[in-house]
Structure formats: C-alpha cells, structure tokens
C-alpha cells in the first residue's frame, strides 16, 4: 500500500507559476514511477507528466510540454510538478499516481488505469 498526499495547488493569474507537490509514504517509494494527472468537470483525466523510479526517464503531454517541469527526491519520498506560464486551461485538480514497476529497466506510458495508487487531489486555478 502507497499514500499519496498533494499539496501545493491554489489561485493564481494567467503566466505566474505553482509548484505542487506529492508526498509517498507506506512501501519502498523507489518501486513505483509516479505520475501527474489532471481533470476538469466533464472531462477525461488527462496525464500531464510521469517520472521514472530513479528520475531519469521523464514524459510530458504536448500540452505542458516546455511548460511544466516534474521531478523527484527520493530521499524525501516526494515527487514535485513546477508549472510555469500556465494558462487559464490548465485549471482542474492535480492527482499525484503510483504505478508499480516490476521492471526497473521500463518505463510505463499507459492509461490512467495502470496506475495502483492516487492521492485525493489538489485545485489549481489559473485565472485571466
């Protein structure tokens, strides 16, 4: 079992930035990759980012890409989304997602629904 606990959201204008963050505790943290998702009312979960166990292997949506930066520190069990310039579409709930790697060596880019544990999420708000 992974809990997962986003922290980090809030309101902000048009071009600033946030950063949030996702903090792990429960199982060795080095054996899930984590990802960021997002969602709007009456739309689809959207993966925004996903790193690798080790933070190496890093993906982004064409959305964010260039944009939105993620990372992680191990030693703290956390994983960590900068976004900068964002945009008014950027606003939804940020989930922060485990997915056990059985590989260490892979990479997943699967749906959402390959992903074994979620946080509760966090409200990001970009106004105009």
């Known amino acids: 079992q992974v809990q997962l606990v986003e922290s980090g959201g809030g309101s902000v204008q048009a071009g600033g930035s946030l950063r949030l963050s996702c903090a792990a505790s429960?199982?060795?943290?080095?054996?899930?990759?984590i990802g960021w998702f997002r969602q709007t009312p009456g739309m689809e979960r959207e993966q925004v980012a996903s790193?690798?166990?080790?933070?190496?292997?890093?993906d982004y949506a064409n959305s964010v890409r260039g944009r939105f930066t993620i990372s992680r520190d191990n030693a703290k069990n956390t994983v960590y989304l900068q976004m900068n310039s964002l945009k008014p579409e950027d606003t939804g709930v940020y989930y922060c997602?485990?997915?056990?790697?059985?590989?260490?060596?892979?990479?997943?880019?699967?749906?959402?629904?390959?992903?074994?544990?979620w946080g509760q999420g966090t409200q990001v708000t970009v106004s105009s």
């Open positions: 997602a485990a997915h056990y790697i059985r590989d260490s060596g892979s990479f997943y880019y699967g749906p959402s629904g390959g992903y074994n544990y």
């Open positions: 429960g199982r060795t943290f080095t054996s899930y990759q």
């Open positions: 790193v690798s166990w080790s933070g190496t292997t890093t």
